[in-house]
Each structure stands twice: as structure tokens, then as C-alpha cells.
């Protein structure tokens, strides 16, 4: 996908593709053929499938061929095409996601297209074959979309909550991290208590299920993409930086919030992505892929074959292992749902590549387990902990899936503001220090040497850092998602260099119109799309809203006020609800550490901390003379009463 000319397609030399740009279109227009657009990512399961099914056909490719000029694109590399014709995928057939195939006239307007499409005709849906034919004589095929209206967002949350297994909606079900932010922050703003009630118990069920299910990898730690079917048991097995960064921060707050109960998951997480998706340099990747071969000796990829297992597989590993007396392999069986005949439903695994197979996942919780077992919760702890530790050995040894080594910017920025959650919840410091490195990272590979951000880095074949040949500026995720992350940091080292940097990004993420545009100006996409809602990563622009709120509390600067404004109409009555905590004094004055743990120690959903330091007066020339404006705030602070908090 980073190719930067037309080529056969991999190890699939029939379809002749091109990469999305003048090139391609030119083409089009000169053939007076449609696009065909096909948009994925590397680690994607179903982009796999089709790639092998369609895009290796003889027969199939040469009615790509013969009858469109045809383009790849990776998402991940290119977000703007891609949130630009989900957008449309998504209002005309009313569902989305990956492989996304999208037919375009040869002026990029989309004509119709879906998602997965097989390479036959089945009952009640059409092959490729037969979508291809039908696009190449100009007769568009879809639904109309539905709509959510006139729903509060808490009581559609309500109305869709699954009672019985925790999550939102029907199967496949997501982690939806970012209606879990929503729900958290609505427990700590809401006053009615039943809603706080409604809330705490939504949570709760849907962090329970989901780190007890098979989403949740318990060998590997971390978390796969989404589970098949509604008890979150059966994962898409791949794994997504994004969801990661953006789970460990919420179980993070959820311990802030309501107790230590999934402590040990914020732990997962982050060791999960420090084993595995970090580079030395302080990078993180972007995914592990959902594919893998069985054996060493295997030439096809299966699903989920680096995490399932076989029941003798656990019988051998364990036969030695005692839990109090009793037989390992029958506690470790039935804590984990192991079955001889393996305990995957056929119905949940159509291609027959689980079959005989253990998704391990816990159908209650290790206490009730425990109790039901007459043995300690500590002592059967030591057991997991052991039993997990020797299949993780097996499995090291398993051929590994592919890791997408791309380094996204906007993923970057969601990881600063997960470690220093996890941090804060944990009292861990060396998540704070790995953050940094992070930042470390992105000033050093991110930018280019006019310290313009850039979207993404790659690991070479020897561990290095490199960028393509026309590396691709960062988009408003990677601006937005950034700048949350050095504003999160701050809050926690009090270190003004990332303040200072928060600045000049923010400064740099310029727009005339009301809201922030996905795409800056690459100029080969036919309509810079505005974001406007949450999908699997959080929407740049409601990041950008309390970014620039934050900054212009921080700084006055009313530019900042002005486009948060602009974005946002409600603006006043967001703001009117910011906590300002000043803590001034020198950075290591025992009283001023004492009280900064004590800020740390809460959570505080609408917090905003600034750290003024007069012993220095560094803050007074590096925001250039507006702390004088900040210490009047000061003064006007103590007057104002239960919505404002003041400091040392």
C-alpha cells in the first residue's frame, strides 16, 4: 500500500492497481472508466479474505481490469479518503467498515459500494462478479441508511445497553471506548442519582464482560478488535493500537472513580503494549494482525491460530499442576471454559477455522470462582498466574501474526494520554516516564525539519526509524490527539515544554472554517471532510473543542476561545463547568509536591491544572508577559466560588 506507482498486486499479479493520486485519476478520465477504490489496512481479517478470494482471481481481476482503473488505499495513511467515502457508505447502506469498496466516477463522486463483498453470488447478496458487472453499466445498487434522532445521548445509551452481557447493541459488539469516556464523565457531572446509578452499573458489566471474555487476549494481555457475537467470546482476532490506548485509559479512570477493581487490567494493557507494539525508540505500532499460521510447517494463515488452543495442548502443559490438591488441567478447564471438542459454535465461526478450538474467557468472576472451588482467591491467583505463564511459553514459539510497524501520529498522541491515566490510577510513575518517551519520539520522527508534524514513521528491516520518500503530513487526528496527550502530560510533570509545544501545534492546525477538516491541504480529494462524530478512534474535533478550551484557560489566548467557539456553539456552557486548580510555588517545595499528589490522587473529569513557578520566572517569558494576565485571574479565582478552585 505504500507503493507510489501502478503495479500488480502483491503476490496476487493478475489486478493491476494504482495508489491514490493524479496518476490514477488522469487514467480514469482518459479511459472514461469508473474507480474502483478499495480501502483497508494491514492487519485487517476480512481485507485478507477478499484480497485472497477476488484479488488473486484470473476471472476476477480481469473484469477489474478490463472494465475500471483500480485503487488501494490504506487507511491509516490516507484517513481523509477514507472517513470522506465511508461517510457516504455509511449513509447509504446504513452500516460501514473494512475492506470499504467504493465505485467512483473518473471525477472521484461515489456511485455506490459496501464493504466485504464475496467472490459468488449467495443467497440474498451479490458477488463481486456480479457488483462489478453491474457498476461498469452505470446502475447504482444500496440502501438507505437510518438515522438516530431526537435521542439524548445518556438515554440512548440506556435504551441500548445489553443487561445480560455488558456493551451496546447486538452482535458484532465494540469496545466503544469512547461511550464509555462519555458515560464516566456523565457519573461525575450529573447530580441526579439515578442516572449516576444507571451509569456506575453500565460500566461496571460492560468492563466486567468484556475483560472476562475472549475480546480480552488473557496468554497475550491486551485487547482484540470486537467480538463476534454478544457475550464478547468469539474476537476478531487482530489487534488495534487505537483501542488499546484508548481501553487502558478508561479502565484507568474507572479506577479513579469507583475503586481498584481493574487494576490489573490498566496493568495488561500497558505491559501488553510495551512487550509488543513498542518500538525501542519510544514508538508504538500500529496493530498485530488477526492471521497467523498454525504451524511452522502450515502455508495457509488461519484466524486466530496464534491464541486458541486445543484441549490436549492444556492437558500436556498442565498435567503436573495441582491447585490445593485438586487437578490443574480440570481448574484451569473450567475457569477458562476449556471443552474437549472446543468452545467456539459453528454458527459463530462460519470459515470452520476455530473448530476444535478454546477461545479461553471466564464465565465468572475469579472470586466467585474461587469460593466455588473452596480454595483462596490469592492461591488460585498463583495458579492462574503460573498456568498463563507456561502457555505463554507455548505460544512464543507459534509463528507470530504480522505486525503492522507503521507509527500513526494521532495513535501516538492517544498513547501519552493512556499511560498518563494509567499512571494517575495506579501511582505508577514509569507510565509517565514512557510517555515522554513517546513525545520523545514524535519530535524526533514526526516532524520534518520545518517542524511540521508528519502522520506516520515505519521500522526499516533493521529496527530503525524511517519515512517514505514523499512522507504525508498529519491530518486533524494527529494534531488533536497530540496536543491532548502533551496537555494530559503537563497536568501530570508540570513540565511547561509541553504547554509551550501544545501551543505551537494548536497554532499550526489552522482552519477558516467553523470546525476542523480531516485533511489538510494534500489537494487530491475531492471534499475535505469535517468530522463530526465518534467512530472506532475519537472525533478530532470534539478533541480539539477541549484542547482549545484548556489552552486559551491556560493562556487567554482568545484565538483559541474564538475557534472552540466556532466548533462549538454551547462553548460558554461547556466552560462554565472547567475546575481551575493553580498551584503556585517552587517545583520543589515540599507543600507544592504534597498538594500536586493530592490533585493527582482524585479524579476530576473537567480538572484544568497550571503550575506557576515565581521562583523561576520562566512561565513569564515563554508565554510572553500573559502570566500577568494569569495572576489577575488569580486574585479574581477567590472570589468566584464552588465552580472555580484555588491553589497554594
Known amino acids: 500500500l ?41 492487519t485487517c481479517h476480512w481485507c485478507h479474505v477478499m484480497e485472497k478470494e477476488s484479488f488473486e482471481s484470473v476471472e476476477i481481476a480481469r473484469l477489474m481490469n478490463k472494465d475500471f482503473v483500480c485503487i488501494k488505499v490504506d487507511r491509516e495513511e490516507r484517513p481523509d479518503v477514507d472517513k470522506l467515502y465511508m461517510a457516504f457508505i455509511q449513509a447509504t447502506t446504513g452500516s460501514g467498515g473494512w475492506p470499504m469498496t467504493v465505485f467512483l466516477t473518473p471525477d472521484l463522486d461515489p456511485i455506490t459500494g459496501g464493504t466485504y463483498f464475496p467472490p459468488r453470488d449467495s443467497a440474498g447478496s451479490l458477488g463481486l462478479p456480479s457488483v462489478l458487472r453491474i457498476v461498469s453499466e452505470n446502475v447504482a445498487i444500496g440502501g438507505q441508511g437510518q438515522m438516530i434522532t431526537n435521542a439524548g445521548a445518556f438515554k440512548y445509551k440506556q435504551t441500548s445497553f445489553d443487561e445480560v452481557y455488558g456493551g451496546f447493541g447486538n452482535a458484532p459488539k465494540f469496545p466503544k471506548a469512547c461511550d464509555l469516556e462519555f458515560l464516566i464523565n456523565h457519573y461525575c457531572w450529573t447530580k441526579q442519582d439515578a442516572e449516576r446509578n444507571v451509569c456506575s452499573h453500565m460500566l461496571e458489566a460492560t468492563l466486567d464482560g468484556m475483560a472476562r ?27 488495534m493500537l487505537y483501542d488499546q490506548t484508548q481501553l487502558l485509559g478508561i479502565y484507568a479512570d474507572h479506577c479513579r472513580v469507583f ?33 497467523s499460521l498454525p504451524t511452522l510447517e502450515s502455508r495457509e494463515k488461519r484466524e486466530g491460530a496464534f491464541c486458541v488452543w486445543e484441549m490436549n495442548e492444556i492437558k500436556e502443559l498442565l498435567k503436573d499442576v495441582k491447585v490445593d490438591g485438586k487437578d490443574g488441567v480440570d481448574v484451569f478447564c473450567q475457569y477458562f471454559d476449556v471443552k474437549e471438542e472446543g468452545n467456539v459454535e459453528s454458527f459463530r465461526d462460519p470459515h470452520g477455522e476455530l473448530r476444535g478450538r478454546n477461545v479461553l474467557r471466564m464465565k465468572q468472576s475469579h472470586e466467585e470462582f474461587a469460593e466455588e472451588l473452596g480454595v483462596s482467591s490469592d492461591e488460585l491467583s498463583t495458579f492462574i498466574s503460573k498456568a498463563k505463564s507456561l502457555l505463554a511459553d507455548v505460544r512464543s514459539k507459534r509463528p507470530p501474526p504480522h505486525l503492522d510497524s507503521k507509527m500513526v501520529c494521532a495513535w501516538q498522541g492517544l498513547a501519552i494520554t493512556g499511560l498518563v491515566k494509567a499512571s494517575l490510577a495506579l501511582s505508577r510513575p514509569q507510565y509517565t516516564e514512557r510517555a515522554v518517551k513517546t513525545v520523545e519520539f514524535v519530535k524526533k520522527y514526526l516532524m520534518d525539519e520545518h517542524g511540521q508534524l508528519l502522520r506516520s514513521a515505519y521500522r526499516g528491516e533493521d529496527g530503525s526509524v524511517e519515512n517514505t520518500g514523499h512522507p504525508i503530513h498529519a491530518f486533524s487526528d494527529d494534531y488533536a490527539m497530540l496536543i491532548q496527550g502533551l496537555l494530559d502530560l503537563y497536568q501530570v510533570t508540570a513540565d511547561l515544554e509541553y ?23 494534500h489537494g487530491d480529494v475531492k471534499v475535505r471532510v469535517m468530522e463530526d462524530q465518534d467512530g472506532a478512534e475519537p472525533c478530532a474535533n470534539s478533541i480539539a473543542v477541549g484542547n482549545l478550551i484548556r489552552l486559551y484557560d491556560y493562556l487567554e489566548t482568545s484565538e483559541f476561545k474564538r475557534k472552540a467557539e466556532k466548533i462549538l456553539q454551547a462553548y460558554r456552557t ?18 507544592v509536591k504534597a498538594f500536586k499528589e493530592e490533585i493527582n490522587s482524585h479524579f476530576i473529569w473537567n480538572r484544568l491544572v497550571l503550575f506557576l513557578d515565581p521562583s523561576t520566572g520562566e512561565l513569564v517569558v515563554s508565554l510572553q508577559g500573559r502570566t500577568t494576565r494569569r495572576c489577575d485571574s488569580l486574585r479574581r479565582f477567590s472570589e468566584v466560588g464552588s465552580h472555580h478552585a484555588g491553589a497554594l
Open 2 to 42: 505504500r507503493s507510489t506507482s501502478a503495479v500488480t498486486c502483491g503476490t496476487f499479479p493478475f489486478f493491476y492497481r494504482y495508489p491514490w493520486g493524479s496518476e490514477a485519476f488522469e487514467k480514469a478520465r482518459e479511459l472514461n472508466r469508473p474507480i474502483f477504490l478499495s480501502v483497508g489496512y494491514s
Open 213 to 239: 471474555g475472549g475480546i480480552h487476549d488473557h496468554v497475550g494481555k491486551g485487547f482484540h478488535r470486537y467480538s463476534v457475537d454478544e457475550e464478547w467470546h468469539v474476537p476478531h482476532f487482530e489487534k
Open 259 to 291: 475503586g481498584k477493581k481493574f487494576c490489573h487490567v490498566v496493568e495488561d494493557i500497558a505491559e501488553y503494549m510495551e512487550q509488543c507494539l513498542s518500538h525501542k525508540e519510544g514508538g508504538f505500532y500500529a496493530a498485530e494482525d488477526a492471521d
Open 499 to 521: 504547554l509551550k509545544l501544545a501551543e505551537r501545534l494548536q497554532n499550526d492546525m489552522v482552519s477558516k472554517e467553523s470546525g476542523y477538516f480531516i485533511a489538510n491541504e
Open 574 to 591: 461547556l466552560a462554565q463547568h472547567f475546575i481551575q486548580i493553580v498551584v503556585v510555588g517552587p517545583s520543589d517545595n515540599e507543600s
